[in-house]
């Protein structure tokens, strides 16, 4: 049972473009969400993260929103860049996990220019 | 540069064969992980230490031994290595047990068995 979900593989965008990456999510004791970036034959980085008390959350080109009812989340990105190009991963925790992250599968983010 | 150092990034086993996973954190981070990522799926938790001299099951612990040697490292051991543990290693630490101040990971070790 897939907890968290990403269910776009992959998303090509148009350089300068909006990117909208989604994530769903199963469980509702999830009180906070993290995006992370990965590049090939590196560790997946830290971009931004959401708590489960706000509905959005800004990092310069970086937007995080929430949908509690829908137990939804998505990162915008504007605009897109080429070396935005990566593997984005959802991730969200809880304390009543003891704050181990479950992860999405990924979403290939490909920048066309 | 100050990260997360794994050893080694590349490494081929015959089942039934052992090894050790290292894993070096030099940001004074008390919080380290050991995760797993296979083709189509999302990070899978091995084993965490919250804190030094402490280790727990993570959601995929089977056939895995950890040691948080000290502070600064935290070794993965596959003792009888199985096809099915064929993966790319992730080792990770984080200030705290709280994920939301985000992980810093190593750039992993790909591990074939054969």
């Known amino acids: 049972d897939q907890q968290v979900k990403q269910n776009s593989p992959s998303l090509s965008v148009q350089e300068g473009r909006i990117s909208i990456l989604n994530c769903d999510y199963t469980n509702s004791m999830f009180d906070y969400f993290l995006w992370y970036k990965k590049y090939p034959a590196e560790g997946p980085t830290f971009l931004i993260s959401i708590s489960s008390i706000k509905d959005k959350n800004e990092d310069g080109r970086f937007t995080v929103f929430l949908n509690k009812s829908a137990k939804h989340l998505s990162l915008h990105i504007v605009p897109s860049q080429p070396g935005d190009s990566a593997v984005y991963f959802c991730a969200a925790g809880s304390g009543d996990s003891n704050y181990q992250l479950i992860w999405g599968a990924g979403t290939k983010l490909i920048i066309k220019p | 540069n100050a990260g997360v150092t794994q050893t080694p990034k590349f490494q081929v086993l015959k089942t039934g064969q052992s090894m050790t996973l290292q894993c070096a954190q030099d940001m004074n981070h008390n919080s380290m992980y050991w995760y797993r990522q296979d083709p189509g799926m999302g990070l899978r938790l091995i084993y965490y230490s919250a804190s030094e001299g402490t280790t727990d099951k993570g959601e995929v612990p089977n056939g895995y031994n950890v040691s948080r040697l000290n502070k600064r490292e935290f070794s993965l051991r596959l003792e009888s290595a199985a096809p099915s543990q064929t993966s790319v290693y992730f080792c990770?630490?984080?200030?705290?047990?709280?994920?939301?101040?985000?992980?810093?990971f190593g750039s992993g070790t790909r591990l074939t068995v054969v």
């Open positions: 990770a630490s984080s200030i705290i047990q709280a994920a939301n101040y985000g992980y810093t």
